[in-house]
């Protein structure tokens, strides 16, 4: 009858790819969650905020009543920006911009990266 090999518990553990396997959660780990947590948190919030201001009541703006949650839901801001022209006129040319630049960057980083990716 063979003997099984006893696993001892201070061994680290490899998986079938070499990494190391997580066998604890320790503290370290539990504080470097709550900085990306909270890391995240502060990128995301605002948006939330903007978005909730956006489509709740003037009133409700107004008193500084709105953070995380629309109140008195109406969609009055939005009619009054999309139904400007000057504003219109504006938001084509910022997406047109955009658009420009950002396959102009694609394009210069595309050609930087050919050569580099070529052996020598």
């Known amino acids: 009858m063979a003997k099984k090999k006893e696993i001892n518990p201070s061994e680290e553990t490899f998986s079938a790819g ?3 396997a997580v066998t604890k959660f320790r503290i370290s780990d539990f504080i470097m969650i709550a900085v990306i947590v909270i890391l995240c948190a502060t ?3 605002p948006f939330v905020h903007v978005a909730a201001k956006s489509i709740s009541g ?3 703006v107004m008193s500084k009543s709105v953070y995380f949650w629309p109140k008195d ?3 009055d ?3 009054r920006v999309l139904g400007d022209d000057a504003m219109m006129y504006s938001m084509k040319f910022s997406v047109i911009i955009t658009l420009l630049f950002t396959a102009l960057g694609m394009l210069v980083c595309t050609c930087a990266a050919y050569p580099l990716s070529k052996k020598r």
């Open 18 to 20: 070499g990494a190391r």
């Open 43 to 45: 990128c995301v919030l």
């Open 58 to 60: 003037t009133a409700a």
């Open 73 to 75: 839901i109406s969609f």
């Open 77 to 79: 801001a939005f009619k």
